[in-house]
């Protein structure tokens, strides 16, 4: 009656079968090549942990995508704020240790 195979859709890639949401994350948290970098950085120091993780060509695959200047700009702004966030906290702990230590009660 009908072909087979004609009107079955196809299956997703693999880029496409990863959720929206983590793919986006994902994205929006570390590039391809810095995640490259991290992928040979893991693998030297536990080369256990290698069936657990993505292929950087895989990653890439996942995090390809249309706007790629918006997203490394909320990168940057991300670090950014995490920096000055640090910083912060990094110059509130010296503040109150170590400069709080000259000042002796008579």
């Keep these: 009656m009908s072909s087979?195979?004609?009107?079955?859709?196809?299956?997703?890639?693999?880029?496409?079968s990863v959720d929206p949401i983590l793919r986006n994350a994902l994205r929006y948290t570390i590039s391809a090549k810095e995640y490259q970098l991290l992928h040979q950085y893991l693998l030297s120091r536990a080369?256990?942990?290698?069936?657990?993780?993505?292929?950087?060509?895989r990653y890439d695959a996942i995090v390809k995508g249309p706007d790629d200047?918006?997203?490394?700009?909320f990168r940057a702004a991300l670090r950014l704020g995490v920096?000055?966030?640090s910083g912060l906290k990094a110059w509130e702990?010296?503040?109150t240790r170590l400069?709080?230590?000259g000042t002796a009660k008579r």
């Design 69 to 73: 200047y918006n997203v490394a700009a």
């Design 83 to 85: 920096v000055t966030f």
């Design 93 to 95: 702990v010296i503040s």
């Design 99 to 101: 400069l709080s230590r």
């Design 4 to 16: 087979s195979g004609a009107s079955q859709p196809t299956p997703p890639s693999k880029a496409q």
């Design 47 to 57: 080369p256990v942990v290698k069936k657990r993780t993505i292929h950087p060509k």
